[in-house]
């Protein structure tokens, strides 16, 4: 679709809902449940999955995004000159899923924890492949569950093959805005399944609205849950990338950092090696993760 084409609009705008994004083009969807590919006018900021609009219709099925809604959130991932770039907006609960297989990386799960936190949204950790756990692996995924829940987050343990753990874990979105994220490879398309058995019928239906066949199927899409709420996969998204966060906003993003931050003796201490560190006293003292500790410095070089 061209501007020529979007400029061509009539009518009154209305509202709706980006349920896909791919590039200059949206799938939005209205209130009736019809789905219209849009553009955005010139000069509005970047249209992502899970945004609010308001469209004017310049055809049967297409049309022009007019207006940005206010955002109640956004996840934001570095690009590649490291400026921040929104990746879904408004969600509630950002789903980092991980398993032992293809590897667990505990650094990416803290990059998502802090994203999730600096979006003030409410990060879910999830272990899935629970049915390839030997005994000693279960003693690890032990620790590592007793970590992020001392921290104070939710965690799961899942298996999409075995059907474990779906029921508590569909509990957990309902009523929500989830993105769910994570590594190639530890299942997310089998829980998905899990939580959508109609999910193909979907896909198809955006498919063709998109008139790309299956280019929807790597994009970013909005998924409507049978027990109400909304789930968003973001396939796309096989590592993740924080873009540069000053140093007092990165700590507020390790939620066990936060009580004492302001307490170091220096009030512009990076937490590094300098005297009377309240951070480093804590990690000393056993309240903060050296791992956690480890991800902060990753992420402040």
């Known amino acids: 679709m061209t501007n020529n084409t979007a400029n061509s609009g009539s009518g009154e705008p209305v509202s709706g809902l980006v349920i896909v994004n791919y590039g200059k083009n949206q799938l939005v969807e209205t ?4 789905i ?12 992502v999955c899970g945004d609010e609009v308001d469209w ?8 022009v995004i007019e207006t940005l809604k206010p955002r109640r959130s956004v996840l934001y991932r570095a690009s590649g000159n490291n400026d921040q770039r929104p990746l879904v907006a408004n ?3 950002l789903v980092i899923e991980a398993a032992l297989e293809p ?12 994203a999730a936190e600096l979006a003030q949204t409410e ?8 049915d390839l756990l030997e005994d000693n692996d279960r003693e690890r995924i032990g620790v590592l569950i007793s970590e992020y829940r001392q921290i104070g987050y939710r965690t799961l343990l899942t298996s999409a093959l075995e059907n474990t753990g779906i029921e508590a874990f569909s509990a957990c979105l309902t009523g929500k805005t989830s993105i769910l994220v994570g590594q190639s ?8 399944k899990r939580l959508l058995p109609n999910q193909d019928i979907v896909t198809g239906r955006l498919s063709a609205a998109s008139g790309l066949g299956k280019h929807t199927t790597t994009s970013t899409t909005l998924y409507h849950l049978p027990q109400g709420g909304r789930l968003i996969d973001s396939p796309g998204v096989r590592d993740f990338h924080l873009a540069t966060v000053p140093g007092e906003a990165l700590g507020n993003g390790f939620r066990e950092f936060r009580p004492y931050l302001g307490q170091c003796r220096f009030n512009n201490c990076r937490h590094r090696s300098e005297p009377g560190c309240a951070i480093h006293a804590a990690v000393a003292a056993g309240h903060i993760l050296e791992r956690r500790m480890n991800s902060y410095h990753r992420l402040m070089s």
């Open 91 to 93: 969600i509630d609960q």
């Open 123 to 130: 990060p879910l950790l999830v272990i899935n492949k629970a």
């Open 103 to 114: 590897a667990l990386d505990y650094f990416l799960i803290d990059k998502y924890c802090i």
């Open 31 to 34: 209130a009736a449940g019809d």
């Open 185 to 192: 490879g530890v299942g997310k398309s089998s829980l998905i």
């Open 56 to 63: 004017l219709r310049t055809g049967d099925n297409s049309g």
């Open 36 to 47: 219209i590919r849009c553009v955005a006018r010139r000069g509005l900021p970047q249209i």
